[in-house]
């Protein structure tokens, strides 16, 4: 390798200062870089291309040209100049271009560096087209910055993007060594590689990686998430929410750009401003961010009923099957908040909840004190998708919790990780092949589709003229046997963003051929049996669809559409799918731990403790939480139940089979869905029954049954037990209104629930089977009155006084701003509940039976 000076391509691209341009030039050239809080150990800016130094917005930009920063080279290159160049500034005025790998090398200190690339893609005079552009970056250490980038194919998916920026952050460990960047054209396309600017910058120790004793929330994990200093980090995105976009000028000394966030939200959101509020910083250093992203935000506003019904949400697009780090900026400065619990919310990140208590003054501890937190997600590779959107979504919590029923959020970081040696993304040349097959594959798409229909009607004539055909199996059609093979149905649209495909081979050999001792669960759509995968290591849980059941099919399919959407750690995973000619087989994670009415009667388990038995109920009630507020869309279980709530090794809830799922038109709350009554008796909400409307609050209802199972240790209906206690939900709401709701819980359980945790208990599974669903709870409000009742019960267990528990209810319920007589969603829903009588119902002889019968008054409550 030997240096060539000048015989690298330089690009020089002429520019005029209007006087505009040069107003905004001088007075930036006047801004002191002592005036920065931070002050960079080093701060190289290269203006690729180019001779002697350049100004821009106060910063000077040096030439790389017979300078000490000029490039090594291997082999030679030509010059040559851009075609009709547009107006730009520098960097973006010059460029460095060959057709050989070349390398910048830069003396350093050890530590933590930015490294940030500019690229203008541009249409060069000569051999030099933009889209034969096609080159890696990588840095010592081994790391790919980027791997087979192409300049023009960015620009044109981004609407005609003229600069592009790409920032890195490493961790230097040579002292007086240095850093080499690498740039090398793809072998075999005739390419060529370019760079408009470098930037190298110190960066202050641990502003991004994590301390030695550090660590913070992984999401979806038990474990904590570190960014280790062997990783690099990727920018995607900086944020400044609700404000203006800032200029590196504009920064705390390092030169990053904050951009607006307006094209991030689907809904725009209300932005409350305080230019003039002096801001303190005692949690976080001065140079996190800069004072303008403190002193805008983007909140809900003061609609309290809109606000509840929906989520403040930023979609970002990320790739998939990579680790980010995600930081987010808080601040209060409106000046009505002031104490903790004024504003609280719910944060939820990729569809997970990530904070169920969000209290910014609590986390900084006043008003005008900046805050951030950080966060660790993984975002699973889903198949051949590339991308997904990784979303942020902000919810307020319920007047007992708050006094402002809003959210806040000031600014969003988002960095990817880089492990050194990454999986390798397709060159341009095998991206342009991959829009070849897919227009090819659109166009055999729509033969195949001409196809169906043709089947579909021949068939459907077939089926009326022999009435054979219109019971017994189901006919799967040409839907999946004209796309496939002869041995494998099609992978449907429903199955794409599935982990993983399982061969039929794959899912007999974990089930030793099916083998019945396998089996551990039966349903109407045909056996779960436990298996194991990964060379016999890992178990899990196999649902296979009884080809003869029609209804288990279509069940089967929405269970696929529901569970490819949704990730959360009180929801069961599904692992992947097999699909061979008739057999449709799911393969979820394995719950050792069975279903929760396993543990509760009829079993020879041991009965579980009644502190275990309410974080079970929580955790389940955060899973229908997720599933009501969490997503873009409200999802409606629609089967509620203790044999649907399994149990992992570490008895963490999870809601699991979502056959009779839907999911609601509207993401506004308490919206109805016109539908044929489904569920499973004894769970039915009486309004869902009666009018055939569904919505969030009959999941409520269904829930509230469930609690009393917990409670009562009892079936949700009673065939051969006296008429009064015919069904669990109206005689346990009987027993609460005459003060005796301690005479019917389970025997195991007598002397050990403390009487106040048992009072709220009653109140909030009382309050979720109300018959009018319009006055039961959310499923937010339950599960904060199911942690007030564990409060309670973990307080009595420690010896300690009960008053405090009390009081902070008491404190919560002024908060609130409401009167005695309704001091949260759950008090009037106690003892006035239910005065109707349920009449008479005609029980089927299977009661898990998604088919029902039944008998009621119009005026019934409980099922």
């Known amino acids: 390798m030997r240096n060539t000076g000048n015989r690298c391509l330089c690009l020089i691209i002429p520019s005029i200062l209007t006087p505009v341009y040069l107003f905004i030039f001088l007075h930036y050239l006047t801004i002191p870089i002592a005036g920065y809080n931070y002050n960079p150990t080093e701060n190289f800016a290269i203006n690729c291309g180019s001779s002697g130094n350049s100004q821009e917005l106060g910063r000077n930009w040096m030439g790389d040209i017979d300078s000490k920063f000029s490039p090594l080279e291997n082999g030679t290159s030509t010059t040559s100049s851009a075609d009709e160049p547009p107006f730009l500034s520098v960097p973006y005025s010059t460029a460095r271009l060959s057709r050989y790998?070349?390398?910048?090398?830069?003396?350093?200190?050890?530590?933590?560096?930015?490294?940030?690339?500019?690229?203008?893609?541009?249409?060069?005079?000569?051999?030099?087209?933009?889209?034969?552009?096609?080159?890696?970056?990588?840095?010592?250490?081994?790391?790919?910055?980027?791997?087979?980038?192409?300049?023009?194919?960015?620009?044109?998916s981004d609407l005609g993007k003229e600069k592009i920026l790409k920032e890195f952050c490493i961790n230097f460990n040579e002292e007086g060594e240095k850093l080499n960047i690498t740039f090398a054209p793809t072998a075999g396309v005739d390419a060529y590689a370019f760079i408009n600017g470098i930037e190298i910058v110190s960066m202050p120790d641990n502003l991004y990686y994590t301390a030695q004793d550090g660590g913070f929330k992984f999401i979806g994990q038990q474990n904590s998430?570190?960014?280790?200093?062997d990783h690099a980090?990727?920018?995607?995105?900086?944020?400044?929410?609700?404000?203006?976009?800032?200029?590196?000028?504009?920064?705390?000394?390092?030169?990053?750009?904050?951009?607006?966030?307006?094209?991030?939200?689907?809904?725009?959101?209300f932005v409350p401003v305080n230019g003039s509020i002096t801001l303190k910083f005692t949690q976080i250093p001065n140079y996190a961010a800069p004072l303008d992203v403190y002193r805008t935000a983007r909140t809900m506003g003061n609609n309290k009923t809109e606000n509840m019904g929906y989520n403040l949400t930023w979609s970002l697009p990320v790739d998939s099957g990579?680790?980010?780090?995600?930081?987010?900026?808080?601040?209060?400065?409106?000046?009505?908040?002031?104490?903790?619990?004024?504003?609280?919310?719910?944060?939820?990140?990729?569809?997970?909840?990530?904070?169920?208590?969000?209290?910014?003054?609590?986390?900084?501890?006043?008003?005008?004190?900046?805050?951030?937190?950080?966060?660790?997600?993984?975002?699973?590779?889903?198949?051949?998708?590339?991308?997904?959107?990784?979303?942020?979504?902000?919810?307020?919590?319920?007047?007992?919790?708050?006094?402002?029923?809003?959210?806040?959020?000031?600014?969003?970081?988002?960095f990817k990780l880089i492990n050194p040696n990454p999986d390798q993304q397709p060159t341009s040349r095998e991206s342009n092949k991959m829009k070849l097959v897919a227009i090819t594959g659109g166009v055999v798409c729509g033969l195949v589709a001409v196809s169906?229909?043709?089947?579909?009607?021949?068939?459907?004539?077939?089926?009326?003229?022999?009435?054979?055909?219109?019971?017994?199996?189901?006919?799967?059609?040409?839907?999946?046997?004209?796309?496939?093979?002869?041995?494998?149905?099609?992978?449907?649209?429903?199955?794409?963003?599935?982990?993983?495909?399982?061969?039929l081979q794959d899912i007999k050999t974990a089930t030793k051929n099916f083998d019945k001792g396998y089996i551990v669960g039966e349903g109407g759509f045909g056996n779960v049996y436990k298996g194991y995968i990964s060379g016999g290591t890992t178990p899990v849980a196999i649902k296979r669809l009884n080809p003869e059941s029609q209804q288990g099919a279509h069940e089967f399919m929405t269970e696929i559409e529901m569970l490819s959407q949704l990730r959360h750690i009180h929801l069961v995973s599904l692992i992947g799918y097999c699909n061979h000619k008739r057999e449709m087989i799911l393969?979820?994670?394995?719950?050792?731990?069975?279903?929760?009415?396993?543990?509760?009667?009829?079993?020879?388990?041991?009965?579980?403790?009644?502190?275990?038995?309410?974080?079970?109920?929580?955790?389940?009630?955060?899973?229908?939480?997720?599933?009501?507020?969490?997503?873009k869309k409200t999802i409606i279980h629609r089967?509620?139940?203790?044999?649907?709530?399994?149990?992992?090794?570490?008895?963490?809830?999870?809601?699991?089979?979502?056959?009779?799922?839907?999911?609601?038109?509207?993401?506004?709350?308490?919206?109805?869905?016109?539908?044929?009554?489904?569920?499973?008796?004894?769970y039915l909400d009486p309004e869902y029954f009666r009018f055939q409307r569904l919505n969030e609050k009959s999941d409520v209802y269904s829930f509230g049954v469930v609690l009393f199972e917990v409670?009562?240790?009892?079936?949700?209906?009673?065939?051969?037990?006296?008429?009064?206690?015919?069904?669990?939900?109206?005689?346990?709401?009987?027993?609460?209104?005459?003060?005796?709701?301690?005479?019917?819980?389970?025997?195991?359980?007598?002397?050990?629930?403390?009487?106040?945790?048992l009072e709220k208990y009653g109140e909030v599974a009382v309050s979720c089977v109300l018959d009018q669903r319009i006055k039961r709870p959310s499923m937010s409000d339950v599960v904060r009155g199911l942690e007030l009742a564990l409060e309670l019960q973990e307080s009595t267990e420690k010896g300690n006084s009960i008053n405090e528990s009390l009081d902070h209810e008491e404190s919560l319920s002024q908060i609130s701003g409401t009167d005695d007589d309704d001091k949260d969603v759950f008090h009037n829903g106690g003892r006035d509940v239910c005065d109707s009588e349920a009449s008479r119902v005609t029980i089927p002889s299977n009661d898990e039976k998604s088919s029902i019968s039944v008998m009621m008054e119009d005026d019934a409550c409980v099922l």
């Open 225 to 229: 998430f570190f960014v280790e200093t």
């Open 639 to 682: 089967d509620v139940k203790t044999t649907n709530i399994l149990l992992d090794h570490k008895w963490v809830a999870k809601v699991s089979d979502f056959g009779l799922s839907k999911m609601s038109p509207t993401s506004v709350a308490n919206a109805h869905i016109s539908t044929v009554v489904k569920g499973s008796f004894g």
């Open 233 to 269: 980090l990727e920018n995607l995105y900086r944020l400044n929410v609700g404000g203006k976009s800032l200029l590196p000028m504009d920064d705390t000394g390092m030169f990053r750009t904050w951009d607006a966030d307006y094209e991030y939200l689907p809904k725009l959101a």
């Open 452 to 503: 169906v229909l043709y089947f579909f009607v021949v068939h459907q004539m077939k089926r009326n003229r022999d009435p054979s055909l219109r019971d017994g199996a189901l006919w799967w059609g040409p839907v999946f046997y004209i796309l496939g093979t002869s041995t494998e149905t099609h992978r449907s649209s429903l199955t794409s963003d599935l982990s993983h495909h399982f061969s």
């Open 711 to 757: 409670l009562c240790a009892r079936p949700p209906v009673n065939q051969t037990g006296e008429e009064e206690q015919a069904g669990l939900a109206h005689w346990a709401v009987t027993s609460y209104k005459n003060g005796k709701l301690e005479e019917i819980i389970d025997p195991h359980l007598e002397g050990k629930i403390a009487p106040m945790c």
């Open 101 to 156: 790998e070349f390398t910048y090398s830069f003396p350093l200190t050890a530590g933590q560096k930015y490294i940030r690339l500019h690229f203008h893609p541009s249409l060069y005079v000569g051999e030099f087209d933009r889209s034969t552009a096609i080159f890696s970056v990588k840095t010592g250490g081994g790391y790919t910055l980027l791997s087979n980038f192409s300049g023009a194919l960015v620009a044109d």
């Open 322 to 414: 990579f680790s980010y780090l995600l930081r987010l900026h808080f601040c209060e400065f409106q000046p009505e908040i002031q104490e903790q619990q004024d504003r609280e919310f719910t944060i939820f990140i990729a569809n997970q909840t990530a904070e169920n208590h969000a209290d910014v003054i609590k986390w900084s501890g006043g008003n005008g004190v900046p805050i951030y937190r950080d966060y660790g997600v993984m975002m699973p590779s889903q198949g051949s998708n590339k991308k997904q959107k990784l979303y942020i979504q902000l919810h307020p919590n319920p007047d007992y919790e708050t006094v402002y029923n809003d959210a806040i959020l000031n600014g969003i970081e988002l």
């Open 587 to 631: 393969v979820y994670e394995y719950m050792a731990n069975g279903n929760l009415r396993d543990h509760l009667y009829n079993t020879d388990n041991p009965p579980l403790p009644w502190t275990q038995r309410l974080q079970i109920c929580i955790g389940a009630a955060r899973g229908l939480h997720y599933l009501h507020a969490g997503v």
